[in-house]
């Protein structure tokens, strides 16, 4: 599994250099230490959620756009695990769980699905792609070869252009789900 700082680091350096700019040009923008700047970009250090906006708004990005790493093409996140941030000023902490493409189109729905037959979905248009997360109850979520069961707070996408399959495990299962599409 790769760590957050991981991530981080491959995303600063990424990002910089597509932007062009030098590691101290990156720092000066965004208020930091330029010796600051080269140790993240090295995966060391636990830097704040401050320290990274401010690198984001230098490198002129969304901040998911740091935080995104290659993954397979079915993820899941357990509750309480997955790459997360916290604040120096609050008592927030932030875990991401997906980037929206460029150009991508998000529908965002609440399901509430009971016992019985599970919910079988043909494949979407080409390039689409479902996350849900489980709010309230277990469900067997994902692709009808490989599904996977779920519980409160998990998280799970997959490519929906291909035949997927949703079936409650406990009454009243309730989920986000999110679609997207290009």
Known sequence: MTLPIEIVAKGLQRERLKAGLSLAEVA?????AK???S????????PSLETLWSLCVALNIPFAQLMESNVSKTQVIRFGEGPSVTSEIAHYKAVLL???PPG???D???LTTELGEPRISKPHPIGSVEH??????????GLIANPVELETGDYICYPADQEHIFEALLPDTRAI?????N
Do not use: D, F, H, P
Request: glycine content about 8%.
């Open 104 to 106: 991508a189109r998000r």
């Open 98 to 100: 997906a980037t929206c």
């Open 132 to 141: 849900i997360i489980i709010m309230q109850g277990k469900a067997r979520v």
């Open 39 to 46: 140790q993240l970009e090295s995966a060391q250090g636990n």
């Open 108 to 110: 965002v729905y609440i």
């Open 177 to 181: 789900l999110i679609s997207e599409q």
């Open 35 to 37: 010796s600051t700047l």
């Open 28 to 32: 000066r923008r965004a208020g930091i």
